[in-house]
């Protein structure tokens, strides 16, 4: 059991007032007895008030529910609070409000790919996949995410009731007017990807698709971590009341996501600000 000299002064106070209540002694004759200093049952806090900050950080993780104390942290300071990162993962874990942990996987050895290159500018490499999800009315959507591999901007999250090759070079399209045409286009095998309205539309404006090898989902690894953050913070956390209401939805998340949304491998930014600061492949 810690003793009061070893405790903080709340903590203190709180074994004294217990033994003086259990006892009825005075407060000096409680202090004699458990030899701890008196000047502890009179020292001011200095800690500011927490109430707001944990009123704060409790309103950010209601709204963006698969945020973690880090991202939390990254949110606050840009309002403003001058909190360390320490504080906030104290009061997270008071609130109760740690994610839960992931499954544990397998330990297996890898190899790395020696005959893909790494993205060095915006527009290099785009990653491409499908998410499937449903209406509230279990009317099944499919959602097209495209993300840019170097910048982490995210060009489209297109939801339509079903997906066709020429679907998807409509939808490259629209993309391509706004933020350039990539050099490089990862994705998987899918009967829409291999159609050949898009192999048309590739080879018309020299693009490469670079198709995922058979039961390697790995090869498309930015899609795969993109699609993740997509199912867990906008497709689980929404209820579509309509086709219309779900493209407003994810297209509202896509602009948080490039816009405000921490990220990580970019120094906690937000996706849209070093392509800014680079003046190049992506609008403002």
Same mark, same amino acid.
């Given at each position: $059991?810690?003793?009061? =000299?070893?405790?903080?002064?709340?903590?203190?106070?709180?074994?004294?007032?217990?033994?003086?209540?259990?006892?009825?002694?005075?407060?000096?004759?409680?202090?004699?007895?458990?030899?701890?200093?008196?000047?502890? @049952?009179? !020292?001011?806090?200095?800690?500011?008030?927490?109430?707001?900050?944990?009123?704060? $950080?409790?309103?950010?993780?209601?709204?963006?529910?698969? !945020?973690?104390?880090?991202?939390?942290?990254?949110?606050?300071?840009?309002?403003?609070?001058?909190?360390?990162?320490?504080?906030?993962?104290?009061? @997270?874990?008071?609130?109760?409000? =740690?994610?839960?942990?992931?499954?544990?996987?397998?330990?297996?050895?890898?190899?790395?790919?020696?005959?893909?290159?790494?993205?060095?500018?915006?527009?290099?490499?785009?990653?491409?996949?499908?998410?499937?999800?449903?209406?509230?009315?279990?009317?099944?959507?499919?959602?097209?995410?495209?993300?840019?591999?170097?910048?982490?901007?995210?060009?489209?999250?297109?939801?339509?009731?079903?997906?066709?090759?020429?679907?998807?070079?409509?939808?490259?399209?629209?993309?391509?007017?706004? !933020?350039?045409?990539?050099? =490089?286009?990862?994705?998987?095998? /899918?009967?829409?990807?291999?159609?050949?309205?898009?192999?048309?539309?590739? !080879?018309?404006? /020299?693009?490469?698709?670079?198709?995922?090898?058979?039961?390697?989902?790995?090869?498309?690894?930015?899609?795969?971590?993109?699609?993740?953050?997509?199912?867990?913070?906008?497709?689980?956390?929404?209820?579509?009341?309509?086709?219309?209401?779900?493209? =407003?939805?994810?297209?509202?998340?896509?602009?948080?996501?490039?816009?405000?949304?921490?990220?990580?491998?970019?120094?906690?930014?937000?996706?849209?600000?070093?392509?800014?600061?680079?003046?190049?492949?992506?609008?403002?």
């Amino acid at each position: $059991m810690l003793s009061p =000299q070893t405790m903080r002064p709340a903590r203190s106070r709180a074994m004294v007032d217990h033994f003086r209540t259990a006892w009825r002694v005075s407060a000096r004759r409680a202090y004699a007895v458990l030899k701890a200093p008196r000047s502890t @049952y009179h !020292y001011p806090s200095r800690r500011g008030a927490q109430a707001e900050l944990r009123k704060r $950080m409790r309103e950010i993780a209601e709204t963006r529910v698969r !945020y973690g104390y880090r991202r939390i942290h990254v949110l606050l300071r840009r309002e403003g609070w001058a909190v360390s990162a320490k504080r906030v993962w104290r009061l @997270y874990r008071l609130e109760g409000l =740690q994610l839960r942990s992931k499954v544990p996987k397998r330990k297996v050895s890898a190899k790395l790919r020696q005959d893909r290159a790494v993205a060095a500018a915006p527009n290099e490499i785009w990653a491409m996949d499908f998410l499937s999800d449903q209406l509230f009315d279990e009317t099944r959507i499919r959602v097209l995410t495209i993300v840019d591999a170097h910048s982490r901007v995210s060009p489209a999250v297109d939801v339509r009731l079903s997906y066709r090759g020429a679907d998807v070079v409509e939808t490259l399209e629209r993309v391509v007017a706004r !933020y350039g045409v990539p050099r =490089q286009i990862c994705l998987d095998n /899918g009967p829409e990807f291999i159609s050949r309205d898009l192999d048309l539309w590739a !080879y018309a404006r /020299g693009v490469v698709l670079d198709f995922s090898r058979p039961g390697k989902p790995t090869d498309n690894a930015f899609a795969e971590s993109f699609n993740g953050k997509v199912r867990a913070e906008c497709l689980n956390a929404s209820w579509f009341l309509s086709l219309e209401d779900a493209r =407003q939805k994810c297209e509202a998340w896509r602009r948080d996501y490039n816009e405000v949304r921490p990220h990580s491998s970019i120094g906690h930014r937000a996706p849209i600000e070093p392509a800014k600061a680079a003046g190049r492949g992506h609008p403002p």
